[in-house]
């Protein structure tokens, strides 16, 4: 993921939790300011699972 920063920002900042793995996979695939590789890497890379918090969706992405 090369925007690291914009990607804690939009977890932390504007998306709404509690959160599923689909539902975190299609705010990120609606944002035009992430390439497609980022949002790909996102995809790849999110357990399935559901998220309370902007700070478990980073753990779990080792971001």
């Known amino acids: 993921m090369s925007n690291k920063k914009g990607a804690i920002s939009h977890l932390k900042d504007h998306q709404m939790y509690p959160a599923t793995r689909d539902d975190l996979i299609a705010e ?7 390439s497609k590789e980022d949002k790909m890497w996102f995809e790849e890379h999110l357990p399935e ?15």
């Open 49 to 63: 699972g559901n998220y309370a918090s902007a700070n478990q969706v980073i753990s779990a992405l080792g971001l």
């Open 28 to 34: 990120c695939n609606g944002l035009s300011d992430f």
